[in-house]
């Protein structure tokens, strides 16, 4: 018997893990897929940017192992939004790190409140900032409050922002640095970034924080770390009050392994369907599921975008991550500038971004032209060089009918039912961004873009934030787990992944998910 | 636009290759004493003569670049090797049947018309497709991937630090030059 055991090696299971180890406690995870050191990151970086590889393959997704279904009115393109394997999905994330506001956390931005405050999390962000090497500046006056500065120095803004500034005082809104998880100086032993250009999908460098170097760090300390070992189930004591065994498949052969805690970290769609997979005569409804919250309120944030051509040089596509950002209507979605109409009615938060990869990347636009030689050449020239864009975040209210089911007509590689995500985007989400392009063609228009596309209500899409489906909460009924992570029903089960999250804001949420990983490890160890 | 093994050895290095001072006499003793199929020179000579056609005019050294560059890739990597062989051989019979030559024996007019009727510029890129889409992946892109995410090839289209190559953190940052 193990003192702990992890399932899932992402962020949240590796941060509670390595935590864990460091208080002196035995801890084995449990990571579905694979290690990933095999094929080296370059080899995924050239996949990410060859048409012959399909973007699932970078990271080697789809298959049997990752079927699924997505039933709701919209679709879900699940296997593009995740990764399996030791770092999860901080492999092929953007590397965009901030802490929630006052005001998600309170509910008014959009409900529920959670049971727990900015200065209950406060002490885990910034120790969350510390493993993940966060870059960032103090210059936002929008952001919570900070007790010291960011661990590494912003990256400086990009020629495009310099553009954008002038025409973003004109119409009344404030910019400021974006922080990043990802090296602008050599730190923790990883490199400073080097500018390959493809962050998302892929770090070449290793300047991007990804959770497998926590998990190095972990083994380090004496964590055992099993790939390859899907868990199937859990199994509990006859009254269902604690967890007994995981159950889980390695080299063909099922296999259990016993703990005194056990810790879900595997994201919020595998966390609610292993529940779900658990149910049993205690649990008849899926494991810790008596509030019948389970896999409910699944939420993302939305994208809003819109770009067009300037008739100067843009200097696009040298990097891959954004550099300059607006968080002037995260709490007050509605308020006006001098140039901006005040909008009256229910609106969600949002943030607006200045990409520096608007517009094609000429290697990537090479290898799908129907020519080469000279008219090549001048197709990439001609297409390369103006384009420009802003995007923006839109935070989804958390809505009972989204949510994560069991598929019982399909199954996965090992017979399991697949998951079904039930997602619509609502009304409120499709206002909010008309209001965040109504902003964005502000600005672009005070710039002199020739607006050419706009990402709008009817042409969003998910941005891979999968929260919601063991809501947090301090009442039995109302959520799954409790303020501390643990779950309601089962004594020693606990999650630590963005499931947990009463609601998401807008702002993108794994260093929630690092800070809430590191509660969560303090609440298992006061537990042993 | 000169290129240079320079510029192949900055090409290589966003592809992973791990170089060494033997790269060149490894592959070369490797690939002509254990496999079937065209010889390592030959392939290098046909993406050589594939490049003079897919490359725009301006560049010169394509030579010496495409054969530093392509002998890092083929490198302890035996798959793509055959697919690359087994590629310039289809490529090879395809312009005998058509042209009385091997491709890279013929004038650089000939070599782009039979490329394109082939079908090669309008194929999808795919490893295990048809012959179009092998040439279009092994040969065509593999090249055209070469050129443009390397800082000599991105700069003839504007952008010095194209995506795939390590170029730092500062160009984003300066305004055009």
């Known amino acids: 018997m193990t003192d702990v055991c992890v399932v899932g090696a992402g962020p949240a299971g590796a941060l509670v893990a390595d935590r864990l180890a460091a208080d002196g406690h035995d801890v084995t995870i449990l990571e579905a897929g694979p290690r990933f050191d095999e094929t080296p990151d370059t080899e995924r970086m050239e996949r990410s940017i060859r048409p012959g590889h399909a973007p699932t393959e970078v990271w080697d997704m789809g298959g049997p192992r990752d079927a699924y279904s997505a039933s709701g009115p919209d679709f879900y393109p699940l296997n593009v939004a995740r990764v399996k394997g030791v770092g999860g999905t901080t492999n092929h994330w953007q590397g965009m790190v901030y802490r929630l506001h006052e005001a998600d956390l309170s509910g008014e931005n959009n409900a529920p409140a959670w049971p727990l405050s900015y200065d209950d999390l406060r002490p885990y962000y910034i120790e969350a900032e510390r493993a993940f090497g966060v870059a960032g500046a103090s210059d936002n006056p929008y952001a919570p409050p900070r007790e010291e500065p960011h661990p590494l120095p912003a990256f400086p803004p990009s020629h495009s922002d310099s553009l954008f500034a002038d025409a973003c005082e004109s119409v009344g809104v404030t910019t400021h640095a974006a922080p990043n998880a990802r090296n602008s100086e050599p730190y923790d032993d990883r490199a400073a970034c080097v500018g390959y250009g493809t962050c998302k999908p892929v770090c070449a460098s290793g300047a991007k924080y990804s959770a497998n170097h926590t998990v190095r760090q972990a083994e380090a300390k004496g964590v055992d770390l099993v790939t390859q070992a899907p868990v199937q189930r859990f199994e509990t004591d006859a009254a269902g009050e604690r967890v007994t065994r995981a159950v889980y498949v390695h080299d063909g052969a099922e296999r259990t392994i016993e703990a005194e805690q056990f810790v879900l970290a595997a994201g919020g769609v595998e966390i609610p369907r292993l529940l779900l997979l658990s149910a049993s005569d205690a649990h008849p409804d899926g494991l810790a599921n008596s509030s019948g919250l389970v896999g409910r309120y699944f939420h993302d944030h939305l994208f809003a975008g819109m770009g067009g051509t300037l008739d100067e040089p843009t200097r696009q596509n040298h990097v891959g991550f954004i550099t300059t950002e607006s968080h002037q209507f995260y709490d007050d979605p509605g308020a006006g500038t001098g140039e901006i109409p005040t909008r009256d009615g229910d609106l969600a938060p949002f943030k607006l971004e200045f990409l520096n990869y608007a517009g094609p990347s000429p290697v990537a636009m090479a290898l799908r032209e129907d020519t080469w030689g000279d008219e090549l050449r001048d197709r990439l020239a001609d297409a390369y060089g103006t384009h420009i864009a802003m995007g923006g975040l839109v935070g989804q209210p958390p809505l009972a009918r989204n949510r994560i089911t069991l598929d019982e007509s399909r199954t996965d590689n090992h017979g399991n039912p697949v998951p079904d995500v039930v997602w619509e985007v609502d009304e409120k989400t499709r206002r909010t961004i008309e209001r965040a392009n109504e902003i964005q063609c502000a600005i672009l228009e005070a710039l002199g873009v020739d607006i050419e596309w706009t990402a709008g209500p009817e042409d969003t899409g998910p941005a891979y934030h999968h929260m919601g489906t063991t809501r947090m909460s301090r009442d039995p009924d109302a959520g799954v787990v409790r303020p501390d992570c643990r779950t309601h029903d089962v004594g020693n089960l606990w999650v630590a992944s963005s499931s947990v999250f009463p609601n998401g804001g807008a702002l993108n949420p794994t260093l929630t998910i690092g800070a809430l990983a590191l509660l969560c490890a303090d609440g298992v160890d006061a537990s042993l | ?177």
């Open chain 2, 1 to 177: 636009m000169e290129l240079t093994r320079r510029d192949a050895l900055a090409a290589l290095s966003g592809t992973g290759i791990a170089l060494g001072s033997g790269v060149a006499a490894l592959s070369r003793e490797s690939v002509d004493a254990n496999e079937a199929g065209p010889s390592l020179d030959h392939t290098l000579a046909t993406l050589t003569a594939a490049a003079e056609v897919v490359y725009p005019n301006e560049v010169e050294g394509i030579e010496a670049f495409v054969e530093s560059y392509s002998l890092g890739r083929v490198e302890g990597r035996e798959g793509y090797l055959a697919g690359l062989r087994d590629a310039v051989a289809g490529l090879d019979e395809t312009a005998l049947s058509w042209e009385d030559a091997r491709f890279a024996a013929l004038a650089a007019d000939r070599r782009d018309t039979v490329l394109r009727q082939l079908g090669v510029h309008t194929a999808d890129e795919d490893p295990d497709g048809t012959l179009a889409e092998r040439i279009r992946y092994y040969v065509v892109n593999e090249l055209l991937y070469a050129l443009y995410a390397s800082p000599t090839g991105g700069e003839l289209v504007g952008i010095e630090n194209p995506q795939g190559h390590p170029g730092g953190v500062a160009s984003y940052q300066r305004g055009p030059r």
